[in-house]
């Protein structure tokens, strides 16, 4: 077998993932202002097909949370029967379906035109307020949805605690200056966050594996440390986590990269969280081609590989490393800014794709 590492199983629980590649969750904006599932989006995850683990992008929890009028929901139980649907997908394509619960906090998409009197920075105060008196009901919304996800067919459900939303903003103290028991010590600014992973923990019981995508540093070295993040890790798997999904908290920390390593900064923070907790740690970043993703996995820089612009790039990433051809994979060209976050059809790959079907 060309790749004995990246396609040997995974027992999760009492899930079983045919391999180590997942699909990270990778916002599509293709709902309308529903948030409800679209046939485009039931598209894009068949076409997908082949990772041991596709984890449906962020799906926000409240519409006040959403970080476009466009992105995917699980803010009533209306958005059930379309979530089973992907679910359903996903699962005839082979994998073991999880699903991100997001909310951006303070980043939140606010409509300019009720709004735009006010200077920017009212606007944050003002919804930092608004997260000051509705913690209650976010940890509710996440609950809610965690239910729904469950109804839904899912099997993983991760929250979203990383790059620079809701969870990031209470664990950095650049970001949460508050002075109740939210803010101030580490135990402070992480408890939000913990009570949230218990009530959905509670929500899913044994019928779903909760989980979290948890930025374990940031940028700043005076934000969330990489010494909390580590700490924030090994509290997550005493909750009882069985998973943990490792990225970066507000903004890419470059102080993990090693002269001279083949791997992303993102993947070293990943490492570092595999080196303090037992339970598997999703990483990545980066990944373009299965000979690294094996690599990274004989290195033991995490239990999971997870390829996100590649999949985007060539969705049969998965299905090519599978049948051990790596060189018919349409590789992604990392442009600056990818287009999958604006307008795919100008992702340059996709349209390579297109020329030679
Ligand atoms: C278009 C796009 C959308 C993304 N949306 C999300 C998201 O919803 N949630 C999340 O945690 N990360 C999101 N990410 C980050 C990816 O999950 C992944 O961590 C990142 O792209 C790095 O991996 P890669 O180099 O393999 O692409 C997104 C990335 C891209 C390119
Ligand atoms: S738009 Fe560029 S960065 Fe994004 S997936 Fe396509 S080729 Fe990769």
Redesign the pocket.
């Known amino acids: 077998m060309k790749y004995p590492l990246l396609l040997t199983p995974l027992q999760i629980d009492n899930l079983t993932l045919s391999n180590r590649i997942v699909m990270?969750?990778?916002?599509?904006f293709l709902s309308e202002d529903d948030g409800l599932v679209t046939q485009a989006h039931l598209e894009h995850y068949e076409r997908s097909s082949g990772p041991g683990l596709v984890i449906v992008?962020?799906t926000a929890v409240l519409p006040e949370g959403r970080i476009s009028r466009r992105q995917l929901g699980i803010c009533s139980d209306r958005h059930i029967e379309g979530l089973a649907r992907l679910a359903r997908i996903i699962h005839a394509g082979g994998a073991i379906a999880g699903i991100?619960l997001?909310h951006a906090g303070a980043t939140a998409f606010v409509e300019k035109k009720k709004y735009q009197h006010f200077l920017p920075i009212l606007f944050r105060l003002w919804k930092q307020q608004i997260m000051v008196s509705g913690l209650i009901r976010i940890r509710e919304a996440f609950r809610n949805a965690a239910r729904r996800a469950v109804e839904a067919g899912f099997d993983i459900i991760e929250i979203?605690g990383?790059?620079g939303y809701l969870f990031s903003q209470f664990l950095s103290p650049l970001k949460n200056w508050r002075l109740d028991r939210y803010g101030g010590s580490l135990e402070n600014r992480r408890r939000f966050l913990l009570e949230v992973f218990r009530a959905i923990s509670l929500e899913t019981a044994d019928r779903a594996v909760a989980t979290c995508?948890l930025g374990i540093a940031d940028r700043n070295r005076m934000g969330f440390r990489l010494s909390e993040g580590l700490s924030t890790a090994s509290t997550f798997e005493g909750e009882g986590a069985k998973l943990l999904d490792v990225?970066f908290g507000s903004g890419i920390p470059n102080f993990v990269q090693q002269d001279g390593s083949p791997y992303?900064g993102?993947l070293h923070l990943a490492h570092e969280a595999k080196m303090v907790v037992g339970i598997p740690v999703i990483g990545?970043?980066?990944?373009?081609h299965p000979d690294l993703a094996e690599q990274a996995l004989q290195d033991s820089m995490a239990d999971l590989i997870?390829?996100?612009?590649?999949?985007?790039a060539d969705p049969a990433w998965a299905q090519k490393t599978i049948e051990g051809k790596p060189e018919s994979i349409i590789p992604?060209r990392n442009c600056s800014f990818?287009f999958?976050?604006t307008d795919s059809s100008k992702c340059p790959a996709r349209r390579q794709r297109r020329l030679k079907k």
């Open positions: 990270p969750p990778m916002v599509t992008e962020g991100q997001h979203h990383a790059h995508r990225s992303s993102r990545g970043g980066g990944i373009r997870y390829v996100g612009r590649g999949i985007l992604c990818c999958h976050f």
